[in-house]
């Protein structure tokens, strides 16, 4: 199988000059204190339409011939992939339908509408999605524009490899998040061309792993499921052609638990001030799991911004418990005047802040006298949680973890 050319996406790179500004690269301290050598973000969250994806979709359509652009084009995606397509073809003239699972983000729903495509929510998952949106393509005679398998998006996501490589001279190791391996083939092409010592790695999802399993087996294998709030790469199966890059030009797949992407999540949005979604912030995440050879410098890919506000709020509360700065615990104190304050002086006394508290007088568990506290508290760390469930235990207040 034909790998995708250095040439190509140097010529992709052309096409796409006047559509798009490089993105910028930042350091980062926190991150580099976690690794121990400098780390660099690529921030492709703040790209056009919020992540790489319009790179990729953009020169697939723009090489199409005028009878394809008359037909239209066809596509299916979780969000970005969506976005990219919609806008691409809005900047060409080209109709667009696209398909999207029905528990894709509404925000991506709309910003895919918004850029001018028809949007068509089928199936519980992108797989479902992919296989409806075959089918239409079909049937009508448009061209599908495939999110990752195909040579002219894997040439258009690698022109992000020539602006690292300019905007960043030296570094030692690039962290890309994959999900089908569009983007992670289309750079390891470039930067095999330009610079071989560069180690690559890719990250995926442990929830939505396809690509160990592929590599073993020599061929693309498909995942029963996929469970990962890493929407963006929850790609059961990885492409033909993804597949034979990744094996000729990555160095390693790593995967991270879902736990650790919210934790990237929120240390992006608190000290890079980096709105970045749970996919795009998997790079970062496998930084923090640690484990991984990263030989300093190290660029850490952000692959895109696109994320529900809601679920913002929930990787944050998720993303503070794991570090244990947020904590929410459950006892029983006797049901009578005061008791209530007593304990929530234990925890001022702490020094731990009150965010909420719920006081329950009846329920099957309690006894005759006993009510149940729930209480919502800001901590500073493991530790200090582990102290303040120490001192409840003490003053007599059974304390277990929510």
Do not use: W
Not at 322 to 350: M, W
Request: glycine share 10%; charged share 20%; hydrophobic share 45%.
């Amino acid at each position: 199988m034909d790998l995708v050319s250095a040439a190509a996406i140097r010529r992709a790179a052309e096409r796409l000059q006047p559509v798009l500004q490089p993105t910028p690269v930042e350091g980062s301290r926190a991150l580099s204190e976690v690794l121990g050598g400098e780390v660099v973000l690529k921030c492709e969250n703040l790209q056009r339409t919020g992540s790489f994806k319009l790179r990729g979709a953009y020169n697939r359509i723009a090489l199409l011939s005028d009878a394809e652009r008359a037909g239209g084009v066809v596509c299916a995606s979780a969000g970005n992939h969506a976005q990219g397509v919609a806008l691409g073809s809005a900047l060409q003239g080209v109709d667009a339908t696209v398909f999207m699972p029905v528990s894709a983000p509404l925000p991506k729903v709309a910003a895919t509408q918004a850029y001018g495509a028809t949007v068509e929510l089928v199936g519980e998952t992108f797989d479902e999605a992919l296989a409806a949106a075959r089918s239409y393509a079909d049937e009508r005679g448009r061209v599908f524009v495939h999110p990752f398998d195909h040579p002219d998006v894997i040439a258009g996501q690698g022109t992000i490899a020539l602006e690292l490589l300019a905007q960043v001279p030296s570094f030692a190791t690039v962290l890309v998040p994959v999900g089908g391996g569009g983007l992670i083939s289309g750079m390891a092409v470039a930067l095999r061309a330009e610079r071989p010592d560069v180690r690559i790695v890719g990250v995926q999802a442990s929830g939505a792993a396809s690509f160990p399993a592929s590599l073993t087996a020599g061929e693309p294998t498909t995942l029963a499921a996929v469970d990962t709030i890493a929407d963006g790469i929850a790609v059961k199966r990885p492409g033909e052609l993804t597949l034979a890059h990744v094996r000729e030009l990555v160095d390693e797949v790593v995967t991270v638990d879902d736990d650790v992407i919210a934790r990237a999540v929120v240390l992006l949005l608190e000290r890079a001030k980096l709105v970045v979604e749970p996919s795009g912030a998997a790079a970062v995440a496998a930084i923090l799991a640690g484990g991984v050879e990263l030989a300093a410098p190290v660029v850490a890919v952000l692959t895109g911004g696109n994320i529900d506000p809601l679920l913002m709020q929930h990787l944050v509360t998720s993303g503070l418990t794991a570090e244990g700065r947020y904590v929410t615990l459950r006892t029983r104190i006797p049901d009578r005047p005061g008791e209530l304050a007593r304990l929530l002086e234990l925890a001022a006394d702490a020094r731990a802040n009150v965010v909420g508290v719920e006081h329950h007088r009846f329920g099957r568990r309690l006894r005759l006298g006993q009510v149940e506290v729930v209480v919502e508290l800001e901590t500073r760390g493991a530790d200090h949680v582990a102290e303040l469930c120490r001192t409840m235990q003490r003053a007599g207040y059974p304390v277990s973890t929510v």
